[in-house]
């Protein structure tokens, strides 16, 4: 046995249990509909169901026809968008599995910069003059975007989306 | 083979190892919440109106059952309040002059949680030295089934025992009782049945004093805006009276289960002392002195300023409907929703919103914990300033009334200012006696210790006069 290991056998077994858990990986990843995360569809979003109050009010929102998730909370740009997929669904899977997150849900100030950028993308139109005025010499100028001491859309329209 | 590939090989194979333990604890963490993400609600037991006992409840509803049972805790303090039973009289002298000749100047102790009010109610010395009418197990028990009993008992047929009108009969049965014999009559503190329908778990009034003081309220025509039920029955032909079981929604009931309790009452005058809620006017403080004066109400005649005086209770709900959290049910912020696996319960721990900030505060308002705790402070900080200020005041008139009566001057004379002492006296009670010091409408309380504070000092200016005209008449 000891020579059979020590003439390679050794190899036989670390490949073999490089198997197992090659199987034990892709196994649970199918469980977890590990692949369901790489479309844009809201459905994905509660498979957990920690997220079902907020697709519930998403519903019935104002957005429900213009909006899914992604459109509010990535970034619109290819590459912003798989980054941020990937800090995301490595943070909320983190989270949920260990549920040690604070509740009710808060989005933080990356997510937060995120949703506000995401507001002016679509709504430009309507509020260039305000993006105008805080990023040149306008009265608004100092007010830096997405921060909460600073000029945001989500100040007000918090609830646009869907409630908490 | 090279002895390095060996070392390679028996590493890779461990780290594989343990790699694959990794992921399958991991399958097993995701079992566990897609488990969770199933309905949970298993009926183990049938649960009917003659079900009393909670713990039976408990065993279909294991999860609220759970934190029901937590309102056992004490010993939590607040700044301005808790659940600790510290003697409110010791801290706050003045109570113990605007309170003399009533029980309440024997002791009045901080409360304990829902699971405490009929073993606390036993205890205290106003109970235990005073006589009281059986008026007071409308809240201090489980007192639905006492209720039904005492009906029966007083000829209501049996196939009846489940109806509102068994309710109303052991009602004025048991307001009728000393409170010695009536106290044999229960058995529980707060149970399930006092608030849920047996079947759907529905929120349900089974108090009748709530259910008379919400007709009267709804007669009247103070605007209640937050309570949308009785403004459209008012809009209505109003031929059947109100009746919140029938047209209040489920929004309206999550606070208006509390007002069974959270409210100023009086015990009317012997032999029935029944429960009422002195709300034929309005809710606000000085609709409800309308109310006292109109029926010619006191609870008793204050012995040094000789003044017809009301102890007010716990108006909680009545000063809430004044203030800015109106939108919001008194269950959102002292039994909110939380989040067990993915079933999402109502927190049944009845206790201050401050020991629980991120369940109570922040589904609505989105900003830091300790923020939002410095602000509530701030409010009951000033109510409490203010409050100080004004009890000061009444005590100084009840002295100044005493001083005028002991130099002769005439009940004539001291009228005005007994009447301010009565109307002051009620103003600071109502806001001292409400257990949120100002949070609940921080503008109206410190309007209503404005009020009561000038009405003191005019009083006091009042029995002054009264008593130098006594002494120029003697002279």
């Known amino acids: 046995m000891r020579d059979w290991l020590m003439g390679g056998g050794i190899l ?49 929102s104002s957005h429900r026809n213009v909006a899914r998730c992604v459109d509010c909370h990535l970034p619109h740009d290819p590459v912003g968008k798989w980054v ?25 100030p990356r997510g937060r910069a995120i949703v506000e950028q995401n507001c002016v993308n679509c709504h430009i139109d309507l509020v260039h003059g305000i993006v105008h005025a805080r990023t040149g010499a306008g009265a608004h100028a100092s007010l830096p975007a997405g921060k909460r001491s600073g000029i945001s859309c989500l100040h007000c329209h918090l609830d646009v989306g869907h409630g908490q | 083979m090279n002895k390095r590939w060996i070392w390679i090989g028996a590493a890779v194979a461990v780290l594989a ?36 006992e909670s713990s039976v409840w408990g065993r279909n509803f294991p999860l609220q059952y759970d934190t029901f049972m937590r309102t056992e805790e004490y010993g939590v303090e607040t700044p301005f309040g808790g659940n600790v039973p510290y003697e409110k009289l010791d ?12 029980p309440f100047e024997l002791s ?13 109610q036993r205890q205290t010395r106003r109970v235990q030295e005073r006589a009281q009418p059986g008026s007071c197990l409308h809240c201090h028990s489980s007192v639905v089934e006492a209720y039904r009993i005492a009906a029966v008992q007083a000829g209501l047929p049996v196939e009846k025992i489940h109806t509102e009108e068994a309710l109303r009969k052991g009602f004025d049965a048991i307001n009728a009782m000393p409170w010695a014999e009536a106290d044999t009559l ?77 409210v100023e009452y009086y015990f009317d005058r012997p032999p029935v002392r029944t429960l009422i809620f002195p709300w034929s006017e309005g809710l606000k403080v000085e609709q409800q002195l309308q109310h006292y004066d109109n029926y010619g109400w ?32 008194c269950a959102d912020c002292h039994m909110p929703f939380e989040r067990v696996g993915a079933v999402k319960i109502t927190n049944h721990h009845a206790r201050s919103p401050l020991l629980n900030i991120r369940q109570s505060c922040q589904t609505c308002h989105n900003v830091a914990e300790d923020e939002l705790k410095r602000r509530v402070v701030t409010i009951q900080t000033r109510t409490a300033a203010l409050e100080k200020k004004a009890k000061d005041a009444v005590v100084e008139l009840i002295a100044a009334i005493e001083s005028a009566h002991q130099a002769g001057a005439t009940d004539e004379a001291l009228n005005e200012a007994r009447t301010l002492h009565r109307s002051s006296q009620f103003k600071v009670d109502w806001i001292f006696n409400e257990n949120s010091r100002g949070f609940h409408a921080p503008q109206e309380s410190a309007r209503i210790l404005a009020e009561a504070m000038n009405e003191a000092r005019k009083g006091i200016l009042s029995a002054h006069k009264a008593e130098a005209a006594a002494k120029a008449a003697g002279q």
Request: charged share 25%; glycine share 6%; hydrophobic share 40%.
């Open chain 2, 108 to 120: 009045f102790r901080e409360d304990r949680g829902h699971h405490w009010f009929l073993f606390d």
């Open chain 1, 84 to 108: 941020g997929k990937a800090i995301d669904g490595w943070n909320h899977s983190v989270a949920f599995t260990l549920q040690n997150f604070h509740e009710p849900i808060q989005l933080k």
């Open chain 1, 12 to 60: 036989l077994v670390a490949a073999l249990f490089l198997g197992l858990m090659a199987g034990a990986g892709a196994f649970t990843a199918d469980r977890a509909q590990a692949l369901s995360y790489l479309s844009d569809d809201p459905q994905v979003c509660v498979n957990c169901h920690v997220m079902r109050e907020v697709h519930t009010s998403w519903e019935r």
């Open chain 2, 186 to 262: 229960v058995r529980n503190p707060l149970a399930c049945i006092d608030c849920h329908e047996p079947q759907t778990m529905r929120l349900r009034i089974t108090r009748p004093s709530l259910k008379d003081g919400l007709v009267k309220l709804a007669n009247s025509d103070d605007p209640v805006p937050h309570l949308p039920s009785i403004e459209r029955w008012r809009a209505g032909d109003r031929r059947v009276p109100y009746d919140a079981n029938r047209l209040a929604s489920r929004h309206e009931m999550r606070s208006m289960i509390c007002a069974q309790c959270h």
């Open chain 2, 91 to 102: 801290k706050y002298p003045q109570l113990r002059i605007m309170w003399q000749g009533f």
């Open chain 2, 17 to 52: 190892a343990l790699g694959t333990f990794g992921i399958l604890a991991l399958l097993q963490n995701v079992a566990q919440r897609q488990a969770e993400a199933r309905e949970v609600a298993f009926r183990v037991v049938e649960i009917t109106e003659d079900t009393y």
């Open chain 2, 298 to 329: 006191r609870d008793w005649t204050h012995p040094r300023a000789g003044s017809g005086q009301m102890k007010v209770q716990h108006p909680e709900f009545e000063l809430w409907s004044q203030g800015p959290h109106a939108n919001v049910a």
